[in-house]
């Protein structure tokens, strides 16, 4: 009788500890949403940052300019400048929204509305950030998926896809 007493208070403690444990880890508070990203803003940053190489393609492309003109307007890209919003896409934590902004015929920003409470807000920031970099580098949907993100990156994907599509891609 003793033993069995003891046991079931161990186990009882035990129990309490492990959801005592678990109880008190909480997941951070995001006490702001990320702002909104404006592309008309947010394109003059990247525009002026690359303002040396952009300028360096347009210098070449006035003395070609005729011939440009009537094939492709982004130097044989097939995109439209412009800003262009791909469609929402959700998945089981939210919505993924990417927008873009094509200038010489090159994506130049891409922005994206995002899920972000709960586990999303620790994880969606730096993995649309990432998708951000991949899509400037890959000029396209071909992009890779961040790890721990799946869902995150797939609807990125989709949106991107669809804002190319928009552009002309």
Excluded at 26 to 49: F, I, N, R
Excluded at 70 to 87: M, P, R, Y
Excluded at 96 to 108: A, E, F, P, Y
């Amino acid at each position: 009788m003793r033993r069995s007493t003891a046991a079931a208070v161990g186990t009882l403690t035990g129990a309490a500890l492990i959801l005592g444990v678990r109880l008190s880890v909480s997941v951070p508070v995001v006490t702001a949403a990320p702002p909104a990203v404006d592309l008309a803003d947010s394109g003059a940053s990247p525009s002026a940052a690359k303002a040396g190489s952009k300028r360096k393609e347009p210098t070449k492309k006035p003395t070609s300019a005729p011939a440009d003109d009537s094939g492709t307007a982004g130097g044989g890209s097939g995109l439209t400048d412009g800003t262009f919003k791909g469609t929402g896409v959700a998945n089981p934590y939210g919505t993924v929204q990417v927008s873009i902004k094509i200038d010489s015929g090159r994506i130049t920003v891409a922005a994206a509305d995002y899920p972000n409470t709960g586990n999303s807000a620790t994880i969606n920031p730096n993995a649309v950030a990432q998708l951000k970099q991949e899509t400037l580098r890959a000029q396209s949907a071909d992009i890779n998926a961040v790890s721990g993100a799946t869902f995150t990156s797939k609807s990125y994907v989709e949106s991107l896809q669809a804002a190319l599509d928009a552009a002309g891609a």
